[in-house]
């Protein structure tokens, strides 16, 4: 399984750009789809964005679509997150995990990582 460690993270202001990163042990990174949850305070966490194991197919929570990009670098087994135009509404801890592939459902038996904390000012 992938064991995620979630960086990047930082405060910015709203209209800003953070680039997150996932550095994922587990020398079968490239054989899972790899997707990137939130968690805003007082709530559940929540879906944001997958990616295909080749990495050819993306898809994004439509909170997110078009401000964010998902991508991945299987030789450096790791995940990354641009986030574009962050509102405050963005504001939230990261987390990346292995996903059932076509769904935005976390693989059973994977780990989370502390994530990655994002916070934008209006």
């Known amino acids: 399984q992938v064991q995620p460690v979630e960086s990047g993270g930082g405060l910015v202001q709203a209209g800003g750009s953070l680039r997150l990163s996932c550095a994922a042990s587990?020398?079968?990174?490239?054989?899972?789809?790899m997707g990137w949850f939130r968690r805003a305070p007082g709530k559940e966490r929540e879906f944001v964005a997958r990616?295909?194991?080749?990495?050819?197919?993306?898809y994004y929570a439509d909170s997110v679509k078009g401000r964010f990009t998902i991508s991945r670098d299987n030789a450096k087994i790791t995940l990354y997150l641009l986030m574009n135009n962050l509102k405050p509404e963005d504001t939230a801890v990261y987390y990346c995990?292995?996903?059932?592939?076509?769904?935005?459902?976390?693989?059973?038996?994977?780990?989370w990582g502390q994530g990655t904390q994002v916070t934008v000012s209006s």
């Open positions: 995990n292995a996903v059932v592939p076509g769904t935005s459902r976390v693989l059973p038996g994977g780990s």
């Open positions: 587990g020398r079968a990174f490239s054989g899972y789809t």
């Open positions: 990616i295909s194991r080749s990495g050819d197919t993306s």
